[in-house]
């Protein structure tokens, strides 16, 4: 070998060694840490098809992610107002952004996160009311139909005409199961109750959920219960104009219509969403699929996150009989004494 052969080729090993000790470099800045991340570096993403600001499933995502960042003092990304045709694409778009967790809000992201959570497996994903698992991707079911259960036997007690109704925003599994445990709630007071219910197949319309109310009303209800987002806004419209009682669901709705919304069934998010945090930071997270059912109360150390809001203003409106029967069948249920079964099919 010559000496100007010699000197090129020392020249390409250490370019070589150069181009390798730059790209291991690379490597290790952008690796993730192994073992799970502390509560300051957890990067997590919030989503949902649901708008923020319809004071109802959506707020409550955006309120329970605001919780977990004021508690753990880490920024939390939310994003709401997704198309169904785009929660593959936006799963996708958090995943490749390195996101440690990603809370899908809303049924419909279950399948999409299955196939993106198989994609990126090191992206923690729980869908909130969905109904899939795998290895990175778990479920948080709420078994509704617990709460929707007590305010069936609340609207039979508190009707007069002996009719009450329902309005839906879709007709999914989700929601099947709402109604269905109102449908149950209803009957275990009075089997021969009248239920009127439909389906918008529209989250979005508070003018379609007014008209839809007003039909239900005409024929007799005096009662109505509503699981609809910002189309579920008509149908308080319509009750307050007809001077009947409206149900809520999600949130306690009753500052929406203070003299019209009896109670609410309301979901603990806050609490569902630490939980989920929790697991990722302390490094047990499990691709499961979990129900937690009825709690007493908001906060309440037991592992349910499904509450009733109080009466507040018309507390006077409702008899102490009927309060008496209504904590009766709240205690029976947290006590497994009455069981709500889970009906994803109308009965």
């Known amino acids: 070998m010559t000496a100007r052969i010699r000197a090129r080729y020392i020249l390409l090993v250490g370019i070589v060694a150069a181009v ?105 994903i729980v869908v909130f009311t969905g109904l899939v698992q795998s290895q990175n991707v778990a479920s948080i079911f709420p078994m509704q139909q617990e709460g929707s259960f007590l305010l069936g036997a609340l609207a039979c007690m508190m009707t007069e005409s002996g009719v009450i109704g329902y309005v839906g925003g879709e007709e999914y599994p989700n929601l099947i199961n709402i109604f269905e445990g109102y449908v149950q709630g209803a009957k275990t007071v009075n089997p021969d109750v009248r239920i ?39 149908v308080i419209q319509a009750a307050e104009e007809k001077g009947i009682y409206a149900l809520g669901a999600v949130q306690d709705q009753n500052s929406l219509a203070p003299g019209t919304v009896l109670s609410s069934f309301v979901l603990d998010v806050d609490k569902a969403y630490d939980q989920a945090v929790q697991a990722v930071v302390e490094g047990n997270f499990r691709g499961e699929l979990l129900k937690p059912g009825l709690e007493k109360e908001k906060g309440a150390s037991s592992d349910g996150i499904v509450y009733l809001a109080p009466f507040h203003s018309l507390d006077g409106e409702v008899p102490d009989e009927v309060k008496k029967r209504l904590e009766e069948l709240t205690d029976d249920v947290l006590a497994k004494k009455l069981v709500v079964p889970e009906r994803l099919e109308e009965s």
């Open 196 to 234: 009127i219910g439909t389906y918008l197949n529209d989250w979005d319309n508070p003018e379609k959920g007014k008209e839809s109310a007003m039909s239900i009303i005409q024929q007799g209800a005096d009662v109505i219960f509503y699981v609809a987002d910002s189309s579920g806004h008509g």
């Open 20 to 124: 390798i000790i730059i790209i291991a470099a690379t490597m290790a800045a952008t690796a993730r840490p192994s073992g799970p991340p502390d509560s300051k570096s957890l990067r997590v993403a919030v989503v949902t098809d649901a708008l923020f600001t319809d004071k109802g499933w959506g707020a409550a995502s955006q309120d329970a992610a605001e919780f977990i960042a004021k508690k753990y003092g880490f920024e939390v990304t939310s994003e709401d107002n997704v198309e169904i045709a785009d929660i593959e694409s936006t799963l996708k778009k958090y995943a490749q952004s390195r996101y440690d967790l990603v809370i899908a809000h809303g049924f419909q992201w279950g399948e999409p996160s299955l196939r993106v959570g198989k994609q990126y497996p090191d992206t923690k």
